[in-house]
Nanobody, 121 residues
Framework: QVQLQESGPGLVKPSQTLSLTCTVS??????????WSWIRQPPGKGVEWMGA???????HYSPSLKSRTSISRDTSKNQFTLQLSSVTPEDTAVYYC?????????????RGQGTQVTVSS
């Protein structure tokens, strides 16, 4: 059974870079035919797809976040990482890592429990 777990700081200061890691167990991030995604939900708002990395290593980003987002992976640790630069309080949200068969999705078949990230000085 595939499980995903997010980790990273819960508090980030404005203008800094948010960095989160997703550790995957029970399945390989290089296994076809999946995409490994980051999605987020700000308080009182809907779920937003941020980007994904494919099992081949290809990356895909939301146009609205592309200039600030980077997704990478460490296959030796079966982890993938989100970096979001120049954060503002509007980036405060619960962040989830997920697995899906589609590049873009806000309803993945499997996701982690989520981690709260607050942007505040």
């Amino acid at each position: 059974q595939v499980q995903l777990q997010e980790s990273g700081p819960g508090l980030v200061k404005p203008s800094q870079t948010l960095s989160l890691t997703c550790t995957v167990s029970g399945g390989s991030i290089t296994g076809l035919p999946y995409y490994w995604s980051w999605i987020r939900q700000p308080p009182g708002k809907g779920v937003e797809w941020m980007g994904a990395i494919g099992s081949s290593g290809s990356t895909h980003y939301s146009p609205s976040l592309k200039s600030r987002t980077s997704i990478s992976r460490d296959t030796s640790k079966n982890q993938f990482t989100l970096q979001l630069s120049s954060v503002t309080p509007e980036d405060t949200a619960v962040y989830y890592c997920a697995r899906s068969v589609s590049v873009v999705t806000t309803t993945p078949t499997i996701r982690g429990q989520g981690t709260q990230v607050t942007v505040s000085s």
